[in-house]
T-cell receptor
């Protein structure tokens, strides 16, 4: 299983850049890395996906080193509305049974 | 587009009762799955399906049954509810097994007394 490890919680202030790192030492060659955001009482929502190096979209950047054993989600200039749980998900190259989420990182943005 | 629709949103059961959580998607996705989420924990995979007529067990399948008679629907059945099944249940789908981008429903909160 491509088990993932993330910090349980992080605090930040509005306007700061936030970096959340996910460790996935057992990542397989064909695995992609995907990050999701979840607000209370809602289902998780896709943020960004990558395989290697750097990916950027309108809401976040994803940095993946050459060994792919970790990844970092970067949220630029966070606002209060970015307070949520963030999940790193690795997998899909093998059995779908491996598509499991970790406990996620609770990000709290303070005014 | 409705996306992934789950019903009911809330349900209270007594121990031993049975019920079905419904999940429907209108995106023609091949892959569908059920997760449960307990306080302080991430999402745990219960069952999944890679297409009509094909289902398999996930991480925590005990006490749950599924079937996939159509591409659109993937119901989750609790045959004899137990208090340990009190949780929030999420259905998710993606275009194919290899497409790692899941679309989630809004969730169904189940309480078993």
């Amino acid at each position: 299983l491509a088990k993932t490890t993330q910090p349980i919680s992080m605090d930040s202030y509005e306007g700061q850049e936030v970096n959340i790192t996910c460790s996935h030492n057992n990542i397989a060659t064909n695995d992609y890395i995907t990050w999701y955001q979840q607000f209370p009482s809602q289902g998780p929502r896709f943020i960004i996906q990558g395989y290697k190096t750097k990916v950027t979209n309108e809401v976040a950047s994803l940095f993946i080193p050459a060994d792919r054993k970790s990844s970092t989600l970067s949220l630029p200039r966070v606002s209060l509305s970015d307070t949520a749980v963030y999940y790193c998900l690795v997998g899909f190259s093998g059995s779908a049974r491996q598509l499991t989420f970790g406990s996620g990182t609770q990000l709290t943005v303070l005014p | 587009n409705a996306g992934v629709t789950q019903t009911p949103k809330f349900q209270v059961l007594k121990t031993g009762q049975s019920m079905t959580l419904q999940c429907a998607q209108d995106m023609n996705h091949e892959y569908m799955s059920w997760y449960r989420q307990d306080p302080g924990m991430g999402l745990r995979l219960i069952h999944y399906s890679v297409g009509a007529g094909i289902t398999d067990q996930g991480e925590v399948p005990n006490g749950y049954n599924v079937s996939r008679s159509t591409t659109e629907d993937f119901p989750l059945r609790l045959l004899s509810a137990a208090p340990s099944q009190t949780s929030v249940y999420f259905c998710a789908s993606s275009p194919t097994l290899g497409a790692n981008v899941l679309t989630f429903g809004a969730g169904s909160r189940l309480t078993v007394l």
